[in-house]
Nanobody, 121 residues
């Protein structure tokens, strides 16, 4: 059984910062890439940032220079540091992890439960 537990969302003023965390737990053999997505009301879910297990990170144009994705492999955790937040960043943020569970020969993607980020003007 694999679980992704997110934390760190909340209400912040324009220009403020938040740090999201997503910890993977359970019977995990290995973790490949980790990513953050977001979904605003009435909009499709979109990729915010991704980080492979080694290699370059990727960011959506709308967060470049403001958000930083990182990971701690010892803790099976991915982070999203969000700075200079604006109202357009208001959304539910989801982590997405590509991992191989123990006992399986293949990897699959798992989603976190989502955490609400609200930026007040």
């Amino acid at each position: 059984q694999v679980q992704l537990v997110e934390s760190g969302g909340g209400l912040v003023q324009v220009g403020g910062s938040l740090r999201l965390s997503c910890a993977a737990s359970g019977s995990i053999f290995s973790i490949n890439d980790m990513a953050w997505y977001r979904q605003a009301p009435g909009k499709q879910r979109e990729l915010v940032a991704s980080i492979p297990d080694g290699g370059a990170t990727r960011y959506a144009d709308f967060v470049k220079g403001r958000f930083t994705i990182s990971r701690d492999n010892a803790k099976n955790t991915v982070y999203l540091q969000m700075n200079s937040l604006n109202p357009e960043d208001t959304a539910v943020y989801y982590c997405n992890v590509n991992l191989r569970p123990q006992g399986l020969s293949y990897s699959r993607r798992y989603w976190g439960q989502g955490t609400q980020v609200t930026v007040a003007s």
